[in-house]
């Protein structure tokens, strides 16, 4: 098996938890307690990725320029990453200046069927010879083929290896099995797995797709990000070492950072409340999972209505308008109160 690359996007998807509000100490202090455990990239930024703080998906605590030049300050071993999804970010506003704040490792996002729109900027990024990934986010969405094409894509643009995130925690440990193999198939580059726990599955499937090929694996402490939350690197850790599968972390120290630095910087545990869960069956956007809380109570219809109808509507991220727009047509529909909707998820599988 490959060497496994554990990424930690803690300080990126945590920041969906907390409506982006992470603060300057809580990046010092999680990058000093984890710098130099083994995980190779700590990727830093809002939720959304470079670019993104803005009013539609929500204002950044800090600026771009404070959140990667605090983290730079107390990263001596480990890489510093960051995120970007073409749209929101720019190689002139975003990508250049996070080079001079210090990014060594830049993961590059899109919906799993739109490629094309990341070539200008690996391209760059791989010019100024930088460690970049594509990803392919919601990839529930399309067929291990579709989604192989879009792959091979990346790969001639010069990723260095391309990420399937389950942005919405939809996987099934088959999903996972067919399509991973699919990709480390036939692709010369790495294969990477960012899994969402909606279903509770999210150790389950990374293990799953380390098996079929993929070596990145990227994860938080404690699960902490959007909905449900992602794959826990803790655990994660621990079971892959039980495998026998070496991780090079230092366990301990990452146990260590999970206790004394995440009460502060999460305010409450993680976990597979019934609207996470109806989100990952209905293969929405976790991160929607706030607005859909705040438009079923605006409305006075049931957010689980909300969440199967952006489902049959295949809603993605960066749609987060259209929430509005189906609580007051379900509203409209059900005569107002919740509970009134019964949709059946044969609908959507």
Known sequence: MAKLMLFDSTLRDGNHAVRHQIGKEQIEDYCLAMDGTGVHTIIVGHGNGLGA?????????????????????????????????????????????????????????????????????????????????????????????????????????????????????????????????????????????????????????????????????????????????????EDVVALFEKCRIKTGIDFYRMLDASETVMPELMGRDMGQDPLSIVSGQAGVFSAFKLPVQKAAEEFRVDARDIFYELGKRKVVAGQEDMIVEVAEGLSRFAGGGPGNINYQLESLL
Request: aromatic fraction near 8%; charged fraction near 20%; charge should be negative.
């Open 53 to 233: 703080s803005s009013l539609q998906v929500g204002f950044s605590k800090l600026s771009e320029h404070e959140m990667l030049e605090t983290a730079r300050k107390n990263l001596e071993k480990t890489r510093l990453g960051a995120y970007m999804i073409p749209g929101f970010g720019t190689i002139r506003d975003n990508l250049e200046p996070a080079i001079r704040d210090g990014v060594e490792v830049f993961t590059i996002g899109c919906h799993c069927t739109e490629a094309d729109t990341t070539k200008q900027h690996i391209e760059f990024l791989r010019k100024k010879e930088k460690e970049v990934y594509g990803v392919l986010m919601m990839y529930h969405m399309a067929s291990a083929e579709k989604l192989l094409e879009e792959a091979r894509k990346m790969q001639s643009y010069g990723a260095m290896g391309v990420i399937l995130m389950d942005s919405a925690g939809a996987s099934t440990p088959d999903m996972v099995q067919r399509t991973v193999s699919t990709l480390y198939d036939s692709l010369k580059i790495h294969v990477g797995f960012h899994p969402h726990n909606n279903m509770g599955m999210a150790v389950a499937n990374a293990y799953t797709a380390y098996m079929e090929g993929a070596d990145i694996i990227d994860g938080t402490l404690r699960g902490f990000g959007a909905g449900a939350g992602n794959c826990q690197l």
